[in-house]
Every structure is written in C-alpha cells, then in structure tokens.
C-alpha cells in the first residue's frame, strides 16, 4: 500500500512538522520533569513535585502520538486516544491527590526561585506547542494529534497555576494557593481523560 503522505505531498509536510513538535515536546519534557523533581524536592514544594511527575505522563502521551502517526493506516488511533484519556485521568487523579494531602497538611513550601524561572519558560513552550499542535491535528484531521495538543494546553495550564501559586507564597505567605490552583487544573485534565475514553468506547475503531 502507497503511504498517504506520497500520494499527498502536503499531508506529508504535515506529518513531518507534527512529528517534530512531538520531538521538541518529548525533549522539553524529560528536562521539565528532572527541574520540576529537583526544585520540589530542594524547595518542599509538593505541587512542583507532581508537576514534574506529570511531564512523564506528558511524554507518553508524546510517544503514543509518535507510534501512532508512524502506522501507515489509522487503525491504531482509536487505541491511542484511549491511552492518552488514560493518561490524562493518571495525571487528574494524583494532582486531586496531592491537593487534598497539601491542604490537610497545611505544607508551607519553601521559596523556588529556579522552579518559579522554569515554570515561566515552560508556560510559554507549552502554549506554543499546543497551538501548534492543535492546528496541524485539524489540518491533519488527525483527533490523536488534537487530543496531545489539549494535554499539552493542560500542562501549560498547569505551570500556569503552579507558577502562580509559587508567588502567591514567596511574595504573600500563601501556603495553600499552589494546592488550590492545581486543584483546578485537576478536574480538567479528569473531564478531559473521562471525555477522551468515552470516545474511544463509543466509537469502535476500524481493526473491531
């Protein structure tokens, strides 16, 4: 069978351009993940820490888009929308975790000047990422590519409500403003997980 992007010279433009921002995402990740860790763990900050134990989810999530446009058919989509909800529900479930042990614990944070830098940049790459994303997977016509790009905007909302609650602590004493917002960030990526297995569920794929 002749590969779709021979016959169609601008979907393979697209498939490049989609691979490498799945490249650039896995990379940013694995180096997210490692800052997020060690700034938590040296700040007592509980929400940097989850944050950067999402990047991993974020990274599969990654991989499963890479497997999947890598099929010169598409009858592996329906399985990697599953396992990218799958990976959003992970990431839901344990930052509602972690908010309520934050919370009961009344944990006080340190100051993280590094996590507060990081967080920033990261804001900004995930937002890019995620338009960038968004708009090849609706060229594309591709939902994988569509479902990666909302979890990457859940991550940059994420860093989002993390950076702001670290400021919220170092500036103002609030303890409990990074639990809280993470909370928020959360019940997203839980409704998108549950949305995206729905679809999955609903609408069998071509090889069933």
């Known amino acids: 069978m002749i590969p779709p992007e021979i016959v169609d010279p601008r979907r393979g433009q697209l498939l490049r351009r989609a691979f490498q921002l799945e490249y650039i995402t896995i990379i940013w990740n694995t180096l997210e993940g490692v800052v997020a860790i060690a700034a938590g763990l040296s700040a007592g900050s509980i929400a940097l820490v989850a944050f950067g134990l999402d990047s991993s989810v974020e990274v599969f999530a990654s991989l499963v888009v890479v497997w999947e446009l890598r099929g ?16 959003y529900i992970v990431v839901g479930l344990y930052v509602s975790w972690d908010t309520v042990e934050s919370i009961l614990a009344a944990h006080r944070p340190g100051a993280s000047p590094i996590g507060i830098a990081f967080l920033a940049g990261t804001f900004v790459v995930m937002l890019l990422l995620a338009a960038g994303k968004l708009r090849i997977g609706r060229q594309l016509g591709s939902p994988t590519v569509l479902a990666d790009g909302r979890f990457s905007l859940i991550d940059g909302a994420l860093a989002g409500a993390v950076l702001i609650g670290l400021i919220l602590t170092a500036v103002l004493g609030w303890w409990w403003a990074d639990a809280a917002l993470a909370g928020l960030i959360a019940i997203l990526a839980l409704r998108e997980g549950i949305e995206s297995v729905l679809v999955h569920r609903r609408e069998p794929g071509p090889d069933r």
């Open 72 to 87: 010169a058919d598409r009858t592996g989509e329906h399985r990697a929308l599953h396992l990218i909800g799958v990976g």
